[in-house]
Structures are given as structure tokens and as C-alpha cells.
T-cell receptor
């Protein structure tokens, strides 16, 4: 069975600091992996996705993630945090393509202080 | 290009009642998935509709049912509401061609409160 574990329910950084949000997955077959962001009282917005092409994936708003099969990880990073990055971030996995059931982690709340 | 829209935005019901939530898929998409997001949790897959038929279902009881219409819009119906049904209900649309389905894009959600 597939699953996703997001380490750290809450991450706090200063504006301009590196953002690192951790995601580890469990899957018996090569997975498709996603990061979504959720701002307060809004739906989910796709940040980036890994679909077995390049292992380093670049997304919107300066975020990127690296697929590491040996570590079963798909951590999300951004070199320099901005106040507008404060939100809830969800890692998700699915088996075949991107349209079947997404399995989400519990989410990580990112706080950015000035 | 029109994004995914959902209605209503908020809804308050009492235990035992029935509720219908609506979703209009993004322009060009033919597949709709529904998710339940309880407070402080990640979304959980309820079911998916493609070609007006259920195309996968999560671990939800039969009192959760759905429909997809010829214009690809969709409804989620929940009967005999329970307090634990209080959650944000998210709809996601995507494009399916043959056996391949593309990325899911989410709507803003409907906040359901059951008293």
C-alpha cells in the first residue's frame, strides 16, 4: 500500500532563510509524487509534480523538489523564504499517472517571520 | 480558462439530514474526484467519476454517493449526516484519455458543518 509521511507538522523560518519541508513515501511500484499548497480558507494549488522524468523538479513560486529513490524521499525546498509562502503544504503520492486517488500526508504548516 | 468551482461555499446541517455539494470541472477536463479534508488533516479520497461512472472509491460508506453529468460537472451526496462528516469537501478535475489521466486541479472547497 502507498503512504506518505511528512516529518514536522510545523516549520518556522525567517524571511530570506532556506525552506525545507520533508516528505517520505512508501510505494511498491514507481510512484508519482506531488506537492500542493493550501492557503487559509482555500483549496489546494499544485506546486510541482514528479512523474518519472527528471529527478529534480522545479515548480511555481521558486520551489523545487528532488526525488531520491534510495531514500524514498521527495523533500520540498526554496532557497529564500518570503512572507507570502506561509501556508499549509501537502505531499501526495499516486500509483499510475496522476488521476487516480491521491494519497496525502498530514501536511506541514510553514510560518515565515520577518 | 475557467478553473474548478464548487458550491455552496459553506453549509450547516444537522445530524441525520442529507446534503448535496456541487462541482464544475475545469474547462477541458472530463474527470472529477472528491476528497474530504477534516480539520488539521490531509485530504482523503472519497471517489472519482469518469464518463458518468464511478471510477474508484476510497474507504467511505455507501451513504456517500455521487453523480457526474454529461457536461462533466459533478455532485457529492451524503445521506444520514453524522457529526464526523464535518469537513472541507474538495473537488478536483483532470483529463483522462484512454488509461492515462493527467494532474488533478482542485477547487476552493465546500465547508460542511454538521450540528
Amino acid at each position: 500500500a502507498q503512504s506518505v509521511t511528512q516529518l514536522g507538522s510545523h516549520v518556522s523560518v525567517s524571511e530570506g532563510a532556506l525552506v525545507l519541508l520533508r516528505c517520505n513515501y512508501s510505494s511498491s511500484v514507481p510512484p508519482y509524487l506531488f506537492w500542493y499548497v493550501q492557503y487559509p480558507n482555500q483549496g489546494l494549488q499544485l506546486l510541482l509534480k514528479y512523474t518519472s522524468a527528471a529527478t529534480l523538479v522545479k515548480g511555481i513560486n521558486g520551489f523545487e523538489a528532488e526525488f531520491k529513490k534510495s531514500e524514498t524521499s521527495f523533500h520540498l525546498t526554496k532557497p529564500s523564504a518570503h512572507m507570502s509562502d506561509a501556508a499549509e503544504y501537502f505531499c501526495a503520492v499516486t500509483l499510475n499517472q496522476a488521476g487516480t486517488a491521491l494519497i496525502f500526508g498530514k501536511g506541514t504548516t510553514l510560518s515565515v517571520s520577518s | 480558462e475557467t478553473g474548478v468551482t464548487q458550491s455552496p461555499t459553506h453549509l450547516i446541517k444537522t445530524r441525520g439530514q442529507q446534503v448535496t455539494l456541487r462541482c464544475s470541472s475545469q474547462s477541458g477536463h472530463n474527470t472529477v474526484s472528491w476528497y474530504q479534508q477534516a480539520l488539521g488533516q490531509g485530504p482523503q479520497f472519497i471517489f472519482q467519476y469518469y464518463r458518468e461512472e464511478e471510477n474508484g472509491r476510497g474507504n467511505f460508506p455507501p451513504r456517500f454517493s455521487g453523480l457526474q453529468f454529461p457536461n462533466y460537472s459533478s455532485e457529492l451526496n451524503v445521506n444520514a449526516l453524522e457529526l464526523d462528516d464535518s469537513a472541507l469537501y474538495l473537488c478536483a478535475s483532470s483529463w483522462t484519455s484512454g488509461r492515462a489521466t493527467d494532474t488533478q486541479y482542485f477547487g476552493p472547497g465546500t465547508r460542511l458543518t454538521v450540528l
